[in-house]
């Protein structure tokens, strides 16, 4: 059965300012769906309350028929509900192995010793499958590409098996040859029924990679397209109007 | 990996240092004068250890020498007036001591969101303040013989000081660098984004690392006070100072994610050899201090220039 996410009724204030306002959408496995927007809109409000980085003022969210409560990442991400930050959240003077198991160390449960050993086994396993190339992978995680480093993010976000995999700008600071990495990477993962949304400002990766397209404006849902029943000028001119 | 080239530098300036003093005094390169420095070293070496533990996780401690001379009183006023007599019992009262204090430090941090540099400034003044009430403003004298053993006999030829220095040095190298809690404060002290985006319980963790590095310093406290049959209110005056200098020494990142408890080993080494190789060619303490200020100059100049040539 195909995974769903459902959010009912989500608002969020900051001070006040309401930053969202009465969002309901639902989103379901295998297909990414676009969030958009002008700055201010609530795009990354939302992907942050979806993440449980974030409290909802009101509202709720649903996976699979079940609300989750709890207010951290970590309720989150146990319930299968993966973020991929803009800044990345990486420990930048840290391997890729020890970022890809961040949280998630394997250690001795007698002793509370590492399994530098095997978490650097898994992680190799981790990203062949993604079709990730890192050819060092004893360096820090900052001596690395833009690209690399989006790319250990969402490896990150993949190594127990999400249901939900939410990007904020994952292709914002990448050239276009590591656009395609990345956008390679979440095709493939749509194909095995992840639920993905994505924050973007590029337009153009957009298109090329949504199932459709919602478009927020003043922490409201202004429209929601399919994105083969679209194109560039209507998403700008839901934006802008 | 450039993350272990500060490290091979501390230990380049350690045997630069032991190789001038080798040739400038015959005193300096013998087997008793390395446990000398070793024995002198515990009490700052200890502090060190804990200060690793905060400067990793991106933080600063600077009341580990009041909650050192804090622990000191304490004990020493149980062990006289409370009819403490086991020394493991001391010896736990110190570490618990330093860790209440530490604890409650790293909950204040949490809770105010203040700068641990603020907190710890005022930790310091509590702490030392708390020493000298306790204590009635003069040092606790005359403790029993098996409490100064500790700090002053030796254990298998060894100076039992140097035994609890390298036992907290391995029991430290140990949790820093080789479990889940080591991993969470280095990543923490990286990018405390990254530790709370994947779920890390970061208040806990800053409680827990200041907790951690007041037992340290409590267990320092108990070694000053078995060395000088004393509990001190005035006890280690700066010491919190020398203790940042051995960990930025051992190539420690003063912003955090990066700190070694080897290099925080060969840093308090450093400093400990240097201040023996002055006091052996008899040059004024005044000069040591200076020469501990341009020792760390120079290894920020050199961290700085092999930063920018890689």
Do not use: W
Not at chain 1, 68 to 88: C, F, K, S, T, W
Not at chain 1, 100 to 108: D, H, M, P, S, Y
Not at chain 2, 158 to 187: E, Q
């Amino acid at each position: 059965m195909s995974n769903s996410l459902t959010l009912e009724n989500i608002s969020r204030n900051f001070g006040a300012l309401k930053v969202l306002q009465d969002v309901a959408a639902q989103f379901t496995g295998g297909k990414i769906t676009a969030l958009v927007g002008d700055n201010g809109a609530g795009k990354s409000t939302l992907l942050k309350i979806m993440a449980g980085a974030l409290a909802p003022t009101s509202g709720t969210i649903k996976l699979n028929d079940e609300e989750i409560a709890g207010l951290n990442p970590a309720h989150h991400r146990a319930r299968g509900i993966e973020m991929v930050y803009q800044d990345l959240a990486l420990a930048k003077q840290h391997h890729v192995a020890a970022n890809i198991f961040l949280g998630r160390e394997i250690a001795c449960p007698l002793t509370g010793l590492l399994k530098t050993k095997e978490m650097r086994a898994q992680t190799e396993a981790l990203l062949e499958q993604t079709g990730i190339k890192i050819p060092q992978l004893d360096r820090p995680v900052g001596a690395l590409s833009g690209g690399q480093q989006q790319a250990i993010a969402i490896a990150r976000a993949l190594l127990v098996p999400p249901k939900v995999l939410l990007l904020d700008e994952p292709t914002a600071a990448l050239a276009a040859k590591e656009v395609d990495m990345v956008l390679d990477i979440l095709r493939q993962q749509r194909e095995k029924g992840l639920i993905i949304i994505l924050v973007s400002h590029r337009l153009n990766d957009v298109l090329a990679i949504s199932d459709n397209i919602i478009t927020l404006k003043h922490g409201r849902i202004f429209n929601d397209r399919k994105t083969a029943d679209t194109n560039l000028a209507e998403i700008v001119q839901d934006i802008v109007s | 990996m450039f993350a272990n080239k500060p490290l091979i530098q501390c230990a380049l300036f350690l045997v630069l240092l032991c190789a001038v003093f080798s040739f400038a005094t015959p005193y300096f390169l013998s087997l008793d004068n390395m446990m000398s420095i070793l024995s002198a070293g515990a009490v700052i070496g200890l502090l060190a250890v804990g200060a690793t533990f905060v400067i990793a996780a991106g933080g600063i401690d600077l009341s580990c020498a009041g909650v050192m001379a804090l622990a000191s009183v304490v004990t020493a006023y149980a062990l006289k007036n409370m009819g403490v007599t086991n020394p493991a019992v001391a010896f736990l009262l110190a570490g618990l001591t330093g860790a209440f204090i530490g604890g409650l430090t790293g909950a204040l941090i949490n809770v105010t969101r203040a700068p641990s540099f603020i907190i710890t400034l005022g930790m310091m003044s509590i702490a030392r303040a708390l020493a000298l009430i306790l204590a009635g403003g003069i040092p606790i004298y005359g403790l029993a013989e098996n409490i100064t053993a500790l700090g002053q006999g030796r254990v298998f030829g060894m100076p039992a000081a140097v035994l609890f220095l390298l036992g907290g040095f391995v029991l430290a190298g140990y949790l820093l660098g080789f479990t889940r809690f080591g991993r969470h404060i280095l990543a923490f002290g990286d990018s405390a984004m990254a530790a709370h985006a994947t779920g890390i319980r970061t208040n806990l963790l800053k409680l827990k690392t200041f907790a951690l590095a007041g037992f340290f310093s409590g267990i320092a406290g108990f070694v000053f006070m078995a060395r000088t049959n004393s509990g001190d209110p005035s006890a280690g005056m700066g010491y919190e100072l020398m203790a940042i200098t051995a960990v930025i020494l051992g190539g420690a990142n003063l912003f955090g994610g990066r700190a070694h408890l080897l290099g925080t080993f060969m840093g308090v080494l450093c400093l400990g050899v240097l201040q023996n190789g002055l006091t052996l060619l008899a040059i004024s303490t005044f000069y040591q201090v200076l020469f501990v200020g341009i020792v760390l100059l120079l290894s920020a100049f050199l961290r700085r220039f092999s930063a920018r040539a890689s």
